[in-house]
């Protein structure tokens, strides 16, 4: 199994920056398997969102309210991935919640963590 730890939440105001980490842990086995992981967010009474992906290989794939001011990266070697959130808007206010996918099609996801934007 997969374990996935994000942190990096608070609150910031709007226009500001904030970087979110997802490190990975469990057995190697595990962690080579995984082929992608990326980050969602559910705002209250919306329904949850991919915001990015990344591949194990470097693809990316954003959300359109988000491209060009977020940005996935991820570091293979420290299994873990971030997204850097730059000109937040009150409209990012939500949980963001990190999420790796497996080659065997298995998913796993972190607990959350807010992300609260201030006009």
């Known amino acids: 199994q997969v374990q996935l730890v994000e942190s990096g939440g608070g609150l910031v105001q709007a226009g500001g920056p904030l970087r979110l980490s997802c490190a990975a842990s469990?057995?190697?086995?595990?962690?080579?398997?995984?082929?992608?992981m990326g980050w969602y967010r559910q705002a209250p009474g919306k329904q949850r969102e991919l915001v990015a992906s990344i591949t194990r290989g470097g693809s990316t794939n954003y959300a359109d309210s988000v491209k060009g001011r977020f940005t996935i990266s991820r570091d293979n070697a420290k299994h873990t991935v971030y997204l850097q959130m730059n000109s937040l808007k009150p409209e990012d206010t939500a949980v963001y919640y990190c999420?790796?996918?497996?080659?065997?099609?298995?998913?796993?996801w972190g607990q959350g963590t807010q992300v609260s934007v201030s006009s």
């Open positions: 999420k790796a996918a497996s080659r065997a099609t298995l998913e796993y």
């Open positions: 469990g057995s190697l086995f595990t962690i080579a398997a995984i082929a992608a």
